[in-house]
Nanobody, 116 residues
Framework: QVQLVESGGGLVQPGGSLRLSCAVS????????MSWFRQAPGKQRVLVAR???????NYADSVKGRFTISRDNAKNTMYLQMNRLKPEDTAVYYC??????????WGQGTQVTVSS
């Protein structure tokens, strides 16, 4: 059973930065794709960013130019660097990873609150 554990969330003022981490018990380098999703109160969970095994990245339009997804294969950890945060970025952020043979897994989520 693969486990994903997010950390790094918290309260930050508008314009500030946070870096989220997702520690994975499985092999990050062999995952087909790893992603960050977020879910705001009363809304559906949506994709924020994803990174493929080959290193290709995709971002939601709302975060392009502000967020950066990356991974450290040696540490089996994925990151989401979030800059110039806005109140509308407030949500629970979840990491997700998919392996061909092992399946698809979610973390428990970490709260990000952007408020003055």
């Amino acid at each position: 059973q693969v486990q994903l554990v997010e950390s790094g969330g918290g309260l930050v003022q508008p314009g500030g930065s946070l870096r989220l981490s997702c520690a994975v018990s499985g092999s990050v380098s062999s995952a087909n794709v790893m992603s960050w999703f977020r879910q705001a109160p009363g809304k559906q969970r949506v994709l924020v960013a994803r990174i493929t095994r080959s290193g290709n990245t995709n971002y939601a339009d709302s975060v392009k130019g502000r967020f950066t997804i990356s991974r450290d294969n040696a540490k089996n950890t994925m990151y989401l660097q979030m800059n110039r945060l806005k109140p509308e970025d407030t949500a629970v952020y979840y990491c997700n990873a998919e392996w061909s043979l092992t399946g698809n897994y979610w973390g428990q989520g970490t709260q990000v609150t952007v408020s003055s």
